[in-house]
């Protein structure tokens, strides 16, 4: 088979069944025969190194087993089948493209079926892969060196026989193109239903990626859980230590206010007492932001009013929820509400801004407005990346609506009865 460039309007298909079922010409000029060629061919490798591989461990781990060491090599055979399982997938690759919309790559622990597919390549598919490639190389050497052999000796190919190479040449340039179009659809084809066999047999099962998922969601909710603990130390160690210590010295310089006499010294003490003072304001805020209390003890309407009685523009705030949802619900909707606002205050240039919270099936719905000069976004490497992790790992989603000039809206849905 000769390669030939292929045409302007010959437009690339998507997968190796498109090709097959599509346009003819559309196959002979694209890539996929040759790649099946090669990957037919490196069947054949692939599969004799997995015989050779799997004969070695049975019979180094029969010969070995009373001595127990035939144990342990025996025991490394399902690794060994992990091990081609995944160079099989990546082989794969040559013909099917679009591995990536499958159900997904094989795990570290191999299945039976995955096993059972390296065996099968091992045996079966090798061999016939090997005998394929060899009938079709040589038919094509055969049609294409007819001149010469006819040059040499007389050729028979069925009814046609030629006996010098100017009777050879007709039969050349009529079974070329035949031998072209029947060996690109034999090897495409053989080659599309071993991958798709192997994408079959070498992807997990539904249940162990509804595992997967499971478990990566569960680590998801660990992290912000972890999050959370450290965020509430924080927050214990700021208002038992160093918040107490900033009232003791505020305290301490109030009294040496009254004992200082009047003069530079009573000045000094006088400003240093206003900026502890104002300290003390800046670490309560610091603290009431990490983990407010009022969020615990009564819930989110009441947390999120007073982070509105804080701003410095006015917040409308309609949170109208007849009970509580879920812990983590809560906490991630109060701080979504924090962030929203807090870009209000640092960057929206807003004149006022609205805060809306209810309840709708099984969902909390919360929406932060505000007619600033828009221009948030989820992917900046703001706050409001860590918050759309956050609402994700709960199942929940965060849309930002911020076009340049306004307005800016800040939307999370979350399951109602998320994990707590």
Known sequence: MTSAPAHPSVLPTTTVWQALAGNPLRLLLSSW???SVVYLGSTAVAGLAMAIAYGTVLVVGVVTLPVLVGLAVLGATPRLASV???FEWWRSGLVLHDLGAGPGRP????????????????????????FVVALGAAGILAVLLAPLAAHVDRVDFGWWSFDSAAEAWPFTLVAGPVVRVVGAYVFTGLAAAQVSLARILLSPREEELEARVGELQRSRLDLVD???????RIERDLHDGVQQRMVALTMLLGRAELDVPTGSGLELVRRAHGEAEAALADLREVVRGVHPRVLTDVGLAAAV?????RMPCPVQVRVDLADRPARRVEEAAYFVVCEGLGNVAKHAQARSASVQGWRHGDLLVVVVEDDGVGGAAVDAGTGLAGLAVRVGALAGRLEVTSPPGGPTRLRMEVPWTAPD
């Open 33 to 35: 025969p040759w790649r």
């Open 84 to 86: 081609f399982a995944w």
């Open 107 to 130: 795990g570290r622990r191999v299945s039976l079926r995955a096993a059972g597919h390296t065996l099968l390549v091992a045996t079966v598919w090798c061999w016939l892969d090997l």
């Open 226 to 232: 972890a999050f959370e603990t450290e965020r509430r």
């Open 305 to 309: 009013r007073e982070v509105a009685d």
